[in-house]
């Protein structure tokens, strides 16, 4: 397989929306702004095979060839994201049946129904000629299959497919009954084509709430596959043709309708878009590139970001004077070898004319939002491949499981504020307020490779997990968990016996009875430090079995009961914090995790910058970032050090202003 040769700078790249002119003007504007890579033919079926029989590859190939001959690194779309209006018209069936039933016509994009014979016969027609053509062409880095897949269908082709994968799943209409408690309501089916899928004309409520959740989560497994199958029968087609090139599609980070634990393993790169919002705190835009490394444990592409601003969230703001360089170097910190923009040049027309590009609609270089990406392009030139493939070390692991996420928010009760990715962005934000490095990890990794690893709600347990998490305590690793975990199968079926169910012997607690709090109410709580705090959301009533307390309520009916628990096992110990906390109680607990795991930070100094560690050929390299809105000071540790992107001596009285970067090797 082909090795990436340096950083890709560059991204979405639409030269047939414009005249040739402009393509040569585009190549001057670029090569000032270091931009070395383009993302080209990501939506452009309609153009290519204008018709069911004729293809057109003219332009294409011209784009290609002057790409080629300035020495870029061609990403290439494979175009299947946006259907020609020819195929809905001659066969509709092409289209998505949405929730509410209805049989979408020709418009929008993403929206091709998995199952449909026609779409798959076309699109590996397409892909094929495409890798046919181009897949010996030197410069072609990456293929790009599709584009941030996602969505769902509900139509009758997807049905009997359902069906099919339910008969492999679970080989008995019995078993299916079992599964989802069908008994509940009289739902039980005896044939397999009585089953139906789960959108607003079944069991479906809503995009997240069902009559049987054990229902809706197996038809989620079921698309995520649906659509990972598309992109597998693309990437067979690609392998037909070229067998070097690596093959990615662009993922969506924490977005809810795909495992994307399951996808990494049939990509060869991960590559993510990262369109955080004006109030997006920098520590979860850190963790959603944590988990974009995680799912595949290995180096990834960011493929798209804006230069400046977005068009589709409710508030475009700017990118502020040096951010967009700042969140850059934070993508660089946490994993990634490329920085892309969408787009290059930003279009006329349609939805995406208020979208910032690196060429504004002035369509000259002398724009704020270029001289930043220029910047930028010649800094990342000059750290060459030094940073290539580097690795992110990590004592921390906190688990993401795309099964939770979903049988959790599905599930009805007890409070519809629950929020899977807040609760897991809650405990990440700790370590990174402590500059403690997390691999965001999946519920079957080697945990022994971890000194702690934390599971917030982790509602469903499946297969080995809670043996695997014994074994890991005994062996001395250290254990989090807390309210919300141990209580369903994989077919959200509660494990009986008392909650956390199969987690009670590894923490020691019998959760009896869980409270929930409207937004109005809280419950008061001490920990064993003496500090007072509060709790919200939800709040066991838990009992000791072979835990000790660490703290209780002080209000309610259950005051003086444990709120948060530790239990020793073998050689290690397993934490369980019982309700949502306010951030300084939290913070309390997790110290003493910290202390008993012996976790290391990236610096052993007290700062509000960011500051993350990649290692590379038996060397540190220290991203230290300001995100905050004040000037902060360079930690002692790298006084007389060199930034290597400014090329200049630090010292302790250097001053970070906000969105300030400092790269360091030690
Ligand atoms: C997504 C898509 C792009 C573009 C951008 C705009 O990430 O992949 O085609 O629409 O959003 O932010
Ligand atoms: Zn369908």
Known sequence: MKKMKRMLHGGDYNPNQWEKEVWKEDMRIFKDAAINSATINVFSWAKIQPSEEVYYFDELDEII??????????VLGTSTAALPAWMFKKYPEVGRVDFDGRQHRFGHRHNACPHSLVYQKYATRLVEKLAERYGDNPQLSIWHINNEYGGECYCEKCEKAFRVWLQNKYKTIEAVNKAWNLEFWGHTVYEWDEIVVPNALGDGMDANNSAFAGLSVDYRRFMSDSLLDNFKMEKAAIRKYDQE?????????????????????????????NYPSYNTP???????????????????????????QQNWQP??????????????????AHGADTIQYFQLRRSVGGCEKFHGAVIEHVGTENTRVFREVSQLGHEMQSLGDSLLEANNPAEVGIIFDW??????????????????????????????????AVDMISVDADFSKYKVVVAPVLYMIKDQMAENLEAYVEKGGTFVTTFMSGIVDQSDNVLLGGYPGPLRKLTGVWAEEID??????????????????????????LHLETAESLGEYTSNFYKGCPVATKNHFGKGQAFYVGAQMDTDSLAEILDQVCYDGDVKKV???KTNLEITRRQKDGKDFYFILNFTTEDQKLPETFDGSTDLLKNERLSVETVLQPYDVVLVTK
């Open 282 to 308: 920098w520590s979860k835009t850190a963790m959603t590139h944590d988990l974009m490394r995680g799912v595949k444990n290995r180096s990834f592409m960011l493929m798209e970001q804006t230069p400046s």
């Open 403 to 436: 099964d939770n996420y979903w049988a959790l928010e599905y599930t009805s009760g007890p409070n519809k504020d629950l929020s899977y990715v807040d609760q897991i962005h809650q405990y990440y934000q700790y370590f990174y307020e402590r500059n403690i």
């Open 516 to 541: 929930a709090l409207a937004p109005e109410q809280k419950n008061n709580i001490q920990l064993a430090s003496g500090q007072k705090g509060e709790t919200f959301l939800l709040s066991d009533i």
């Open 65 to 74: 060839e002057m790409l080629t001959k300035e020495n870029y690194d061609i």
């Open 603 to 605: 610096v052993d100094e």
């Open 245 to 273: 090139t690596p093959i990615t599609t662009n993922l969506m980070g924490t977005f809810k309708g795909l495992d994307y634990f399951k996808w990494a393993k049939e990509m060869d790169i991960v590559s993510w878009d």
């Open 315 to 332: 508030y475009n703001s700017l990118k502020k004077p040096g951010q967009m360089r700042a969140q850059s170097y934070q993508t660089i």
